[in-house]
């Protein structure tokens, strides 16, 4: 609730250096994973700006301001869509994969080609399902806050995360089991 | 980490092996704000509408100070937009309170103007002559007067934001001739000079602040008296001794009397900020001025428009500010000092404080509402 109060104020008065130091790392943290570190710097920079010229369509009384930043820089992130896909593509280095195990631990190997196949389904998912995966498990926002930061019905929002985490598990080897 | 299932972990952890954004990232991301920022503010901007300041001037299509550039067609600046001519008439001097009343009644009346994300105010700042003492119906119309210590064009403040600089260290008047130009153009969000020219030729104000810098502190500091949003205004107190208290506040310890710092924050503050205060807050301003020992009031009339010079008077310094009696605005002002140099026409050695002593030359300005740098409607 504090956070909350003191999200309105800085809002209020403009204190973008306020909101800044909350709130940018957690915004780098989720940028980076999906487009990398430098472009990530220039979103959520872009992020702040945005937000700071757009203060006043902020409305406290639809969700926390960090869902709304979210929100943005979500939606700057479709501008990077296929550095986005690059990151994905390139999650492992081919030649990590193919040495084999003469020259890698056969755990090893296998842990990449998960990556890789993980990373696959990431790039193949619909861009919808991509961001509220992405806002649930990296970012760690609840159903409300994915569906006002993307600004969508919660239960989109519900069966966008319940198929998108479908293909991810299917990804994923099972326990025990080597693929 | 609250989600703990194998696939969202295995999300979450994707790319492998990437760090956590650390301090010099934090940082670089919030240089990238403060570049993107000045950056964007000097981007042009596809034209738009240009917003008339006051109601009364749209129909009258004629104003000075009153917040709309006006079009008399031989008086153009250098760029072709029109310009105030900025002829002074003096009608002698007038009961202070009584203008003071008059001006906060129509206060209360002036609404402001709501500014677009991404569009500025335009500051057209004209510095004429003052008419001359005992001459009630001669007129300042461009010509110099005599030369008496006084104000350097442009006013005492032209900083990046509006924090008043010292009275010392202005120019010497004298050494330009009259009328100058001064346009400004601003970022509404902290009231920051983006752009400047004097007589068309680009100049650097801001007492060595840049705008970047300028930006940069509205950022870390947040709004103020110095860097003021549209904002920061409205929510100033609307009781006059609150306000006053907080003003000075803003203003912090300086050399002379409040009184006197008020008066002068004031006319800063009006130049820039007058087209966004809500009519609130301006009676508020209007009652602070009211409430400044040393008050002397005078009429003019600035093409054809009649004015009210509300003067404060302080030792021998004097600080003037116009007003419009018509639409409640500001319109100008002018600071000098009162010395036997300045006590002009009546050929005695009057020491009168009134209006216009002291005074070599007097800023009116207007405004408009631009979407882009160099943009003058």
Not at chain 1, 45 to 53: D, N, P, R, S, V
Not at chain 1, 88 to 102: C, F, K, N
Not at chain 1, 136 to 156: C, K, M, T
Not at chain 2, 328 to 350: E, K, N, P, Q, Y
Request: proline share 8%; with cysteine.
């Amino acid at each position: 609730m504090k956070t909350h109060i003191a999200d309105r104020e800085s809002v209020d008065a403009g204190d973008l250096a306020g909101l800044f130091d909350r709130y940018a790392r957690e915004l780098l943290r989720y940028c980076a994973r999906r487009v990398g570190d430098d472009v990530a710097e220039d979103v959520v920079a872009e992020t702040f700006l945005l937000a700071y010229e757009r203060r006043e369509r902020y409305d406290p009384t639809r969700g926390a301001l960090l869902p709304w930043l979210y929100g943005i820089a979500t939606n700057l992130l479709r501008r990077h869509l296929r550095t986005e896909l690059r990151l994905l593509r390139t999650a492992v280095p081919a030649d990590l994969v193919s040495e084999g195990p003469a020259l890698r631990s056969a755990e090893r190997v296998d842990a990449q080609r998960s990556v890789a196949r993980l990373a696959a389904v990431l790039a193949k998912l619909p861009r919808r399902q991509r961001d509220v995966l992405m806002l649930y498990a990296v970012a760690e926002l609840e159903y409300a806050e994915i569906a006002a930061a993307l600004d969508i019905p919660l239960g989109s929002v519900q069966s966008a995360l319940h198929r998108a985490r479908t293909k991810v598990r299917a990804a994923l080897p099972a326990e025990g089991e080597n693929r | 980490m609250s989600r703990t299932d194998p696939d969202l972990v295995a999300v979450r952890t994707l790319p492998p092996g990437l760090p956590e954004p650390d301090d010099e990232a934090v940082a670089r991301t919030w240089r990238a704000v403060v570049s993107k920022r000045a950056a964007r503010q000097r981007r042009p901007w596809r034209p738009r509408l240009v917003l008339p300041v006051t109601a009364a001037a749209v129909v009258c299509g004629l104003a000075l100070g009153a917040g709309l550039l006006f079009a008399p067609s031989d008086t153009r600046v250098p760029d072709g937009t029109a310009t105030p001519a900025g002829t002074v008439r003096y009608d002698g001097p007038v009961d202070v309170r009584a203008a003071l009343d008059e001006l906060t009644a129509r206060a209360g009346t002036v609404d402001p103007v709501r500014i677009p994300d991404g569009q500025f105010i335009y500051v057209h700042t004209r510095t004429v002559a003052v008419p001359r003492l005992g001459d009630p119906a001669g007129s300042g119309t461009g010509e110099p007067g005599r030369p008496t210590a006084g104000m350097g064009p442009g006013g005492p403040a032209s900083g990046a934001g509006t924090t008043p600089p010292p009275a010392a260290g202005r120019s010497d008047p004298s050494a330009e001739p009259l009328p100058t130009d001064l346009q400004m153009w601003v970022d509404p969000a902290g009231m920051i000079v983006l752009d400047a020219r004097r007589n068309g030729v680009q100049v650097q104000l801001g007492g060595g602040e840049t705008a970047s810098e300028a930006i940069q502190r509205l950022f870390a500091e947040g709004p103020s008296l110095g860097l003021p949003t549209a904002q920061w205004l409205a929510e100033l107190p609307t009781d006059p001794a609150l306000l006053r208290t907080q003003l000075l506040a803003e203003v912090g310890e300086r050399r002379g009397s409040p009184d006197r710092w008020l008066a002068e924050v004031l006319g800063t503050l009006l130049r820039t900020a007058d087209p966004v205060l809500t009519p609130a807050v301006r009676v508020a301003l209007y009652r602070v001025l009211g409430g400044l020992d040393g008050l002397s009031a005078a009429r003019v009339t600035v093409d054809g428009r009649e004015q009210y010079v509300i003067r404060h008077t302080e030792g021998v310094d004097v600080t003037d500010l116009l007003f419009d009696a018509g639409t409640g605005r500001s319109a100008g002002r002018a600071t000098g000092r009162l010395d036997g140099a300045g006590v002009t026409g009546s050929g005695s050695a009057s020491t009168s404080s009134a209006y216009p002593s002291g005074l070599r030359s007097q800023d009116l300005w207007s405004w408009a509402i631009v979407p882009e740098l160099g943009r003058t409607r």
